[in-house]
């Protein structure tokens, strides 16, 4: 089946710092990534969508100046959190699809603590 | 707009029992799909089962069958003999469109909890 790996799973930083999370495709070439953040006890909020060699396509409320995407290759996206403040403490997790794939594929998340 | 409907925010369910997960959701894309993902406590999101919209038959995956009603537009989970090992939570996700870059979006979740 296909994989998705986050590095890293876990992370914690002091606030004002910033912090990149990669996502990467395993076994196959991922044309779209998408990044979600969770609160504890909630569902799962779509940040954006990327789509590899384009600008991201934020969401609503999401700023762009702030969580930074990269999708700089087929098997490659970052997600950079700037300046963070203990309020970006979250469970963050990207999902890659491919062209042959039929659904999206998750990694496991990395959770982001900012003191 | 789309929106995905999880009216069962808990619920337990003894060991080898059959438990139904209800999912609605809205659409006006003639083209869509609907899953069911798992989320244990580790928080990885686990892909259990997949229905298309144009699909004639419901979707099955082991243990996992999607009760799809189109018309009412329903998308319910069946997890046959339960095991302690399914206690976690479960999204119902619905995607729209034909583009493999249309994007997800989750219901609420159901936490689900399997007594011994």
Known sequence: GAVVSQHPSWVICKSGTSVKIECRSLDFQATTMFWYRQFPKQSLMLMATSNEGSKATYEQGVEKDK???????LTLSTLTVTSAHPEDSSFYICSAEGAVTDTQYFGPGTRLTVL | AQKITQTQPGMFVQEKEAVTLDCTYDTSDPSYGLFWYKQPSSGEMIFLIYQGS???????????????????????????ASQLGDSAMYFCAMRGGYSSASKIIFGSGTRLSIRP
């Open chain 2, 54 to 80: 144009y699909d004639q038959q419901n979707a099955t995956e082991g243990r996992y069958s999607l009760n799809f009603q189109k018309a009412r537009k329903s998308a319910n989970l069946v997890i046959s």
């Open chain 1, 67 to 73: 969580f930074l995407i990269n999708h700089a290759s």
